[in-house]
């Protein structure tokens, strides 16, 4: 055989395992998720899914029941409203301005307070008030509300709890060494049965 065909058919040879090559299927690399191609687990496909919407349960705020929630569970003696009650607390009084009532803003104002509210509590009163989320939102309710706030008077708070206003602004003050050492000799009001628990 002469050259020139020789080299035409290891040509057309070369040109044809090439092609079947080409058609192949590549071999799977068993080390390919190791070396940084990522195959999500269920887990992860179901955090990339967009979150589910949540039913949310919201109280339906009463102010009339707030203005009585206030008076009875002796909000009254640390927070003043239309002029009645203590200052060893901000003040609960409506904002012209709002519209609006968010119990869960208000929540929100009464947990940054806590510490504080709850030592306020437990010195003045012998026990940490107990709130529900109903009277949270009743609470919310009336400290939006002008026109329940103007139903606020000194003469619809019991005696008992005017002689406990509480004039000092402790919110303001970081000292409360003598505040607590006189809140040790006010007796406890869940121990009198005049005054509402």
């Given at each position: 055989?002469?050259?020139?065909?020789?080299?035409?058919?290891?040509?057309?040879?070369?040109?044809?395992?090439?092609?079947?090559?080409?058609?192949?299927?590549?071999?799977?690399?068993?080390?390919?998720?190791?070396?940084?191609?990522?195959?999500?687990?269920?887990?992860?496909?179901?955090?990339?899914?967009?979150?589910?919407?949540?039913?949310?349960?919201?109280?339906?705020?009463?102010?009339?029941?707030?203005?009585?929630?206030?008076?009875?569970?002796?909000?009254?003696?640390?927070?003043?409203?239309?002029?009645?009650?203590?200052?060893?607390?901000?003040?609960?009084?409506?904002?012209?301005?709002?519209?609006?009532?968010?119990?869960?803003e208000f929540s929100a104002r009464m947990w940054r307070g806590a510490t504080a509210m709850t030592a306020l509590q437990s010195v003045e009163l012998g026990y940490v008030i107990d709130?529900?989320?109903?009277?949270?939102?009743?609470?919310?309710?009336?400290?939006?509300?002008?026109?329940?706030?103007?139903?606020?008077?000194?003469e619809s708070v019991p005696v008992e709890l005017r002689d406990w206003f509480i004039n000092e602004r402790y919110w303001e003050n970081e000292d409360w060494a003598d505040y607590l050492?006189?809140?040790?000799?006010?007796?406890?009001?869940?121990?009198?049965?005049?005054?509402?628990?």
């Amino acid at each position: 055989m002469n050259k020139p065909i020789l080299s035409g058919m290891l040509g057309a040879a070369i040109l044809v395992l090439g092609a079947c090559a080409k058609e192949k299927e590549p071999e799977p690399n068993p080390g390919a998720q190791e070396q940084g191609a990522f195959q999500p687990d269920e887990m992860h496909r179901k955090l990339a899914e967009p979150p589910l919407a949540m039913p949310v349960e919201m109280p339906e705020p009463n102010a009339r029941r707030g203005r009585i929630i206030f008076v009875t569970r002796a909000c009254v003696i640390c927070h003043e409203v239309n002029g009645v009650g203590g200052k060893a607390a901000p003040s609960l009084g409506a904002r012209p301005s709002q519209a609006t009532v968010n119990p869960l803003e208000f929540s929100a104002r009464m947990w940054r307070g806590a510490t504080a509210m709850t030592a306020l509590q437990s010195v003045e009163l012998g026990y940490v008030i107990d709130l529900d989320a109903q009277d949270i939102a009743d609470l919310a309710a009336f400290a939006a509300s002008a026109d329940e706030q103007a139903l606020l008077t000194l003469e619809s708070v019991p005696v008992e709890l005017r002689d406990w206003f509480i004039n000092e602004r402790y919110w303001e003050n970081e000292d409360w060494a003598d505040y607590l050492a006189r809140g040790a000799r006010i007796p406890k009001m869940q121990d009198d049965e005049n005054l509402p628990h």
